[in-house]
């Protein structure tokens, strides 16, 4: 892995999303079915700072970090997509860009879970940064066992630590939602944060962003379901 | 008689001996083109010795100085200049040599023989100074019982690029490399004409085709009878060995080399006196001497601004480039003096630009304007800054024939004829006070502070079993906001331009005020006709007061004596920044979060350019630091004091 390009891209992502006060939400939602088949759903909302993304977006660089267009977004999106569509297991590949409201939103079916680590696995070659390493999921349909597993990544919080306090603080409003629905009932989750539904079905994580890039807060969860 | 005349000459050698030994501007060559003053006495009293002595302690020069030089002191009093006297360093042309001189002035009892200049030869100079070279012979230095001087020179390199003064002293002239390659090669067999019938020339139809080799391989190419390949073949490479032209050129360039520094050593030891009591000085300089002696802490001046910019643009680049001949193209600026001052806690770079007559004349009335006067009740008072323009339109647009054919025209030569009439053409054809009634030249822009608006915005609401939905829930942003105004006396173009916007829906009128949605950041733009003024801005409140009469300004006329005073003004409140920032939510890196905390301990950040005024421009650059040191260069040593080592580093 390239150490420095590593560094450089979370930087980026830092600089930038704190340039939006950290007012967005990233929400993955993950619904299996009882043979490990299903689909996924993530978004990305940066509505509650669509202001400023509008401003930034009307800019080609702010301070060393180039600004994409709306067409190099729309470049990417789609690069992203195919890679998604090219990976083998994964099929019904979809992509909506509000550029008024600022959602991205990304979905597919998988034939099962682990082929989304095949699309981190191709993501990771595209971008020479390593994410299979701090982020994977596994399902045992006959033992009903569903696992997520997250390593905290250092470089990020290094970035991180470069901001001074009042603006890491902005990172507060910054959520990442996690949604896993199942056809079978939940028995129990190892994560001590994320919640049941009333149906039993779906379990439900929300953590700030700044304890993720902290390293206050973690995605790993064991989850088992009534057979 | 005699003793008349014995009196007079004791008097006048006496004079000038008591001049030369005084400011050091007596010994500034008239033949100096840019001359930078240090005011050793205005530093002093404007900081303090004993922080001097700490800043200088810390950016490592006394170290440097018992490194380098042997000298071992922790004290700018220990050093044998004198803190009460300026120095000046300047820079000289002659036709065939640069000269640099420095003159420091030195206290009685100096011991300077002592700890600089060891390794130079002693030679014997003017009578009354210890005169030395450095081995290379190409600096001199003399020193007296007050002042130091000392000279470096270096050949004009133009001077010997003459083929006559080059055979005077025996240069040899040679064309560069890449000539003398291609000289080389006249003989060689040509390659093949583009004026040749089977020449093949670029055709974007055929590009755009799929194209198809019409042939397998190379065997079906008949390399016989292609005479170019033929002739290549044939021809005895041998004969030309390159390395013989690399000797040669390398030979003629060393001899040259060689020859020039004999020369550059001598004519400095034979000119060094010249310099050291010139004959004629700048002494009378208005440029050199006016000066406030008080406040200024380094004063530069500069003449031939038109043979300093012809000599440092790279003609040769810009012709070949953009086919723009530079040696016709003079800018008509005459000289330039800079100074820095600072008056209490106020930083200022002042700067004065001479203009010739021609320009002037052009000039003058361009920027011989005044503001709108009723642009004073229309000063928002809690503004963050703003910038303004005050030129004469009417006098500007008659004027643009003489721009054109003045400072244009002999930039491209091969166009003088038709840029002339162009020039005419505008004379004749634009009614100039037609459109200066449109916009007078009058226009000034206020950043407001920042306000708060109300946005939309998606969220996610879930339900008891994590099913979302979007919902569009409201929130306060801070954004900033502006207001702008110029004078128009025929505004009927504008209002008829935004009527037909409001039929064609891309403005609304409302009450008297066009708005135009920025549909993309959900912001607003509101645009008034009042009098003879248009409003345009952000905020509607603001527009609606106007309107309405009701605007209420206390620093209207101060501001407006300001703008009326300059052509340009552009002023801002750094102390706001801080807080502005922070209500934009604009994140700052840590390293420098308590630099930019201390911005709000400082004043105004100005720029001003004045009206022309006797053949010259003045302008300023000014900055309030903060108050607390009462001192302006005080606050930037204590900033040197207490900073880290690492950034000194950065910055030196």
């Known amino acids: 892995m390239n150490k420095k390009y590593r560094t450089l891209l979370f930087g980026a992502i830092i600089s930038i999303t704190s340039l939006l006060t950290g007012c967005f939400e990233f929400v993955e939602k993950i619904d299996l079915q009882n043979n490990g088949s299903g689909a996924i759903t993530a978004t990305l909302n940066m509505s509650k700072s669509k202001t400023k993304v509008a401003s930034l977006m009307k800019l080609s660089s702010f301070g060393s970090f180039k600004i994409p267009s709306e067409t190099t977004v729309k470049a990417e999106m789609e690069e992203l997509a195919t890679t998604l569509k090219n990976t083998k297991g994964i099929s019904n590949v979809k992509y909506t860009l509000d550029f008024k409201n600022y959602i991205a939103t990304l979905s597919c079916n998988f034939a099962h879970i682990e082929a989304l680590n095949e699309f981190s696995k191709a993501l990771s070659k595209k971008t020479k940064v390593s994410i299979t390493s701090y982020n994977s999921y596994s399902f045992n349909p006959s033992a009903g066992v569903f696992k997520r597993n997250y390593t905290y990544t250092s470089d990020m919080g290094k970035e991180f630590g470069k901001l001074s306090n009042d603006d890491q603080q902005l990172f507060n409003d910054a959520i990442y939602t996690n949604i896993t629905r199942f056809e079978k009932s939940i028995k129990t989750q190892q994560h001590n944060q994320a919640k049941v539904s009333e149906d039993k079905k779906t379990s439900l994580l929300r953590v700030k962003a700044i304890d993720l890039l902290r390293n206050k807060a973690n995605l790993t969860n064991n989850i088992s379901l009534i057979n | 008689m005699h003793i008349k005349k014995y009196i007079f000459s004791t008097l006048a050698i006496f004079a000038a001996y008591c001049s ?256 050291l009591e010139p004959a004629h000085n700048n002494a009378k300089n208005k440029g050199l001497k006016n000066f406030n002696r008080k406040n200024t802490l380094v004063h530069f001046w500069m003449t031939d601004l038109d043979a300093f910019y012809k000599k440092s643009l790279p003609a040769d680049v810009i012709n070949l480039r953009f086919g723009l001949q530079t040696n016709e193209f003079t800018t008509g600026y005459t000289d330039l003096t800079l100074s820095l001052t600072q008056k209490a806690n106020q930083l200022r770079v002042e700067s004065s630009l001479g203009i010739d007559r021609d320009i002037e004349k052009m000039l003058k009335d361009v920027f011989k304007s005044k503001v709108n006067r009723k642009f004073a009740h229309y000063v928002p008072d809690d503004h963050l800054g703003y910038f303004s323009i005050n030129m004469n339109t009417e006098a500007y647009l008659k004027s643009l024939p003489k721009f054109i054919e003045r400072w244009y025209a002999p930039l491209i030569a091969q166009y003088k004829e038709p840029l002339s009439i162009a020039a005419i053409a505008t004379d004749v054809l634009f009614d100039e006070k037609a459109i200066a009634n449109l916009a007078n030249g009058d226009f000034v822009f206020f950043v407001n502070d920042v306000k708060k608006v109300q946005t939309e915005y998606i969220d996610y609401e879930y339900d008891e079993n994590y099913d979302y939905t979007e919902v569009t829930k409201t929130k306060e942003e801070y954004i900033p906001s502006f207001l702008s105004m110029f004078t128009s006396k025929d505004q009927r173009i504008y209002k008829k331009i935004a009527d037909y916007s409001v039929h064609k829906d891309e403005l609304e009128f409302i009450d008297g005020i066009y708005k135009l949605n920025i549909k993309d950041a959900g912001l607003a733009m509101y645009l008034l006709f009042k009098d003879d003024i248009v409003f345009l801005g952000s905020e509607l409140e603001q527009l609606t007061a106007i309107r309405d009469n009701s605007f209420k300004s206390k620093s209207g006329h101060s501001i407006l004596k300001e703008v009326n005073g300059n052509s340009f003004t552009a002023v801002a409140h750094a102390e706001k920044i801080p807080e502005t920032f922070k209500k934009l939510g604009i994140p700052i890196v840590k390293s420098f979060e308590k630099n930019f905390e201390e911005l709000s301990h400082f004043g105004a950040l100005k720029t001003e350019v004045g009206a022309i005024k006797k053949g010259r421009i003045e302008s300023a650059i000014s900055f309030d630091l903060p108050k607390k040191e009462n001192s302006a260069i005080r606050y930037i040593l204590n900033k040197i004091l207490s900073s880290q080592d690492g950034m000194i580093e950065t910055l030196f």
């Open chain 2, 20 to 275: 030369y030994g005084q400011d050091l501007i007596n010994r500034v060559p008239k033949e100096a083109k840019i001359v930078a003053v240090i005011n050793h006495d205005a530093i002093v009293k404007n900081s303090s010795l004993e922080m001097l002595n700490r800043a200088f302690v810390k950016l490592g020069l006394f170290e440097a100085l018992a490194n380098e030089k042997n000298i071992h002191t922790e004290s700018i009093t220990d050093l044998p200049i004198a803190l009460d006297r300026s120095s000046y360093i300047y820079y000289a042309q002659t036709d065939s040599i640069n000269y640099t001189g420095i003159l420091i002035p030195l206290k009685k009892n100096h011991n300077i023989a002592d700890v600089l200049f060891k390794d130079y030869e002693s030679f014997v100079g003017l009578k009354g100074y210890e005169s030395k070279h450095s081995p290379d012979q190409k600096t001199n230095v003399a020193w007296n019982h007050n002042m130091l001087f000392v000279m470096t020179s270096e050949i004009e390199k133009k001077f010997f690029e003459n083929p006559d003064n080059a055979a005077r002293y025996g240069i040899e002239v040679q064309d560069d490399y890449v000539s003398m390659y291609e000289e080389l090669f006249e003989e060689a067999p040509a390659v093949s004409d583009s004026s040749d019938e089977d020449s093949w020339e670029y055709n974007e139809e055929e590009e755009n085709e799929n194209f198809e080799w019409e042939t397998d391989s190379l065997e079906d190419f008949d390399l016989e009878s292609d005479s170019t390949a033929i002739a290549l073949e044939d021809y005895d490479w041998d004969d030309y060995d390159l390395s013989d032209l690399e000797t040669d050129y390398a030979t003629i360039s060393t001899t040259n080399d060689s020859l020039q520094n004999s020369l550059l050593k001598k004519w400095s030891t034979d000119n060094f006196p010249l310099f």
